[in-house]
């Protein structure tokens, strides 16, 4: 079974500053799919960012990029220029499947403050 | 992208009794998913529903307790049955589009 771990259940930052978000997973399957979601206090579930394993490029969008290590099978996610919108849950998840039948396994999440 | 309704967005109900969520999609899609998400808690998949086919529920997740139905490939129903203060929870559907997965609104359920 997949398994995702995220050690820091709270952070806050600066606006303006960068904040790296930490996750760990464990599987045994070399193929798979990493993502990190967005949960705002609305608790509408967004995408922030989405990494295939088989790509070594790490994934950017705009002021989010990910720390994708497959051998310490790490997958940090970096916020750069942080704002005060950022405020939210944030989960790292997995899964195995790219044909849309896999379910996906979350992390607890970490709960991040951008202070003004 | 896709997007996902679901009714009602909140519920305060009574114990032993049971509610149904509605989940409305805007594609025709193979899979939904039905996640929990416990107060202050991470999401735990319940069952995954494919049109045509009894769905398939997660280890600690059974039928009689959370009966769904899947009649078409744009809808899908997750009843609380019997419900207890330990079900109070946000219930939210999902579905994968395009190798992306897309949540809905979610349900605030209370239970008293």
């Known amino acids: 079974a997949q398994t995702v771990t995220q050690s820091q259940p709270e952070m806050s930052v600066q606006e303006a500053e960068t904040v790296t978000l930490s996750c760990t997973y464990d599987?045994?399957?070399?193929?798979?799919?990493l993502f990190w979601y967005k949960q705002p206090p609305s608790r509408q579930m967004i995408l922030v960012i989405r990494?295939?394993?088989?790509?070594?490029q790490n994934a950017t969008e705009n002021r989010f990029s990910v720390n994708f290590q497959k051998a310490a099978k790490s997958f940090s996610l970096k916020i750069s220029d942080s704002q005060l919108g950022d405020t939210a849950m944030y989960f790292c998840?997995?899964?195995?499947?790219?044909?849309?039948?896999?379910?996906?396994?979350f992390g607890t999440g970490t709960r991040l403050t951008i202070i003004p | 992208s896709a997007v996902i309704s679901q009714k009602p967005s909140r519920d305060i109900c009574q114990r032993g009794t049971s509610l149904t969520i509605q989940c409305q999609v805007d594609?025709?899609?193979?899979?939904m998913f039905w996640y929990r998400q416990q107060p202050g808690q991470s999401l735990t998949l319940i069952a995954t529903?494919?049109?045509?086919?009894?769905?398939?529920?997660e280890s600690g997740f059974v039928i009689d307790k959370f009966p769904i139905s899947r009649p078409n490939l744009t809808f899908s129903t997750l009843t609380v049955s019997n419900m207890s203060p330990e079900d109070s929870s946000i219930y939210l559907c999902?579905?994968?589009?395009?190798?992306?997965?897309?949540f809905g609104p979610g349900t605030r359920l209370t239970v008293l």
């Open positions: 998840a997995f899964t195995l499947s790219n044909f849309g039948n896999e379910k996906l396994t």
């Open positions: 529903a494919n049109q045509g086919s009894e769905a398939t529920y």
């Open positions: 594609s025709q899609v193979t899979m």
């Open positions: 999902s579905v994968d589009l395009a190798n992306e997965q897309f």
């Open positions: 599987t045994s399957e070399s193929n798979y799919y």
């Open positions: 990494q295939e394993a088989y790509k070594q």
